[in-house]
């Protein structure tokens, strides 16, 4: 795919290759990989991102939507893909069609795919979501094994798997309350499997559990975040080291660059851009970047991150708008039209991380990531 107006996504293969090969040293082989590759794979691509992983040994891969799963399945990847999220009953159909894994939690859900694994002479597997104390999906543990024995009355269906999720592991180096999700988890699945046979699947962790909490007894990781080499967190990070843990040598993944649209002399005194919301103190050249926060670069972004252009930093001044934004090149001599601007990685001895601008628009490298326009092209490196 070319580079377009807004410029394009850079992913590194070797980088990606490398942040497997560290968790899964860190994994172990009896255990299953199962690579996130939700949110277009955290905005880095999912299709790209996928057909990486599997080649590289990744088990399974985990998505959020039925349409996601189905996209991988077009793009030939028959891995085990487990929908993550919310599968609406008028969607059931194509995850059976396509073979995916179902995460389960509402008992009309069990009978739509009943009803469609009979019609569709169809084998489905499901994980069932069990509540621990994140009170987003899942089954309350006094319902668990009431709930599995009814799917597995129902010919066709099949429980692989019993999941959960941590609540509040990656923002505090206190891990109280996820160790309290983790025996949630245990006492409930030893009633379960006291009434009835061994679930085959288990497993909970995130990015910042699989690195915390290596010895929990699932044989299923998740991992998310890291797979794109970002830490989950600076408390994580801390976590190790308070820990002694050994730390994962994690590489990001992804590079955002554009070029310049236009490059403005301005006097001094001149107010720049919607709202007028700075003003230059010097006769400045401005290069006008022709992307927005339609394409994801966040309007916090305004008066306060910078761009990389010839390996030096360009503070960006004024508003953000929907397509274009203005950086302060007046110190970076030499430059032209279309000249490479690097809005995420490195440049020269410069880089500009995802944490860094999470830190200037208020927010986390999670969704500054996962928010690049999905049509900006994603270019394998």
């Not at 070797?14 to 090969?21: D, E, G, S």
């Not at 069932?128 to 129902?154: M, S």
């Not at 999700?181 to 990015?207: D, F, N, W």
């Not at 801390?238 to 310049?260: G, M, N």
Request: hydrophobic residues 45%.
């Amino acid at each position: 795919m070319k580079e377009t107006a807004v410029g394009r996504v850079e992913i590194s293969r070797a980088a990606l290759v490398h942040n497997i090969r560290e968790f899964r040293r860190l994994i172990g082989p009896r255990r299953k990989f199962l690579g996130v590759v939700k949110a277009n794979a955290y905005g880095h691509g999912i299709v790209e991102i996928a057909g990486i992983a599997v080649a590289e040994g990744v088990d399974w891969l985990g998505v959020n939507s039925v349409e996601e799963g189905a996209a991988l399945r077009r793009a030939g990847i028959e891995a085990p893909v487990l929908v993550l999220g919310y599968s609406p009953l008028a969607s059931l159909e194509e995850a059976v069609v396509q073979g995916l894994r179902l995460t389960v939690y509402n008992r009309e859900t069990v009978a739509r795919l009943a009803a469609l694994a009979g019609r569709l002479r169809k084998t489905v597997r499901v994980h069932v979501k069990l509540e621990t104390g994140t009170w987003r999906q899942g089954v309350p543990a006094k319902d668990l094994t009431a709930f599995v024995r009814d799917i597995r009355r129902r010919p066709g269906l099949v429980v692989e798997g019993l999941s959960s999720h941590f609540a509040n592991i990656e923002d505090t180096t206190k891990h109280d309350y996820p160790r309290r999700q983790l025996e949630i988890y245990r006492m409930a699945c030893r009633e379960l499997e006291a009434a009835g046979p061994r679930v085959p699947v288990k497993h909970m962790s995130c990015t910042a559990s699989t690195i915390l909490f290596p010895e929990p007894g699932f044989n299923m990781a998740r991992v998310g975040i890291g797979l794109y080499g970002l830490w989950p967190s600076k408390e994580t990070y801390l976590s190790c080291l308070l820990d002694q843990k050994e730390l994962l040598a994690l590489e990001p993944v992804l590079s955002w660059r554009t070029r310049i649209a236009q490059l403005k002399k301005v006097p001094a005194r001149a107010d720049i851009g919607y709202g007028c919301t700075y003003r230059t103190t010097r006769p400045t050249v401005l290069a006008v970047v022709p992307v927005g926060y339609f394409d994801g670069y966040d309007r916090g972004l305004s008066n306060t991150a910078h761009v990389l252009v010839k390996g030096r930093r360009a503070p960006v001044r004024g508003r953000v708008a929907m397509d274009f934004f203005m950086a302060d090149v007046t110190d970076v001599p030499g430059l032209k039209l279309e000249d490479e601007v690097t809005l995420l990685g490195a440049g020269g001895r410069e880089r500009i991380t995802a944490e860094d601008l999470a830190s200037w628009a208020g927010t986390i490298s999670y969704e500054i990531l996962a928010r690049i326009n999905p049509l900006v092209p994603r270019i394998v490196v």
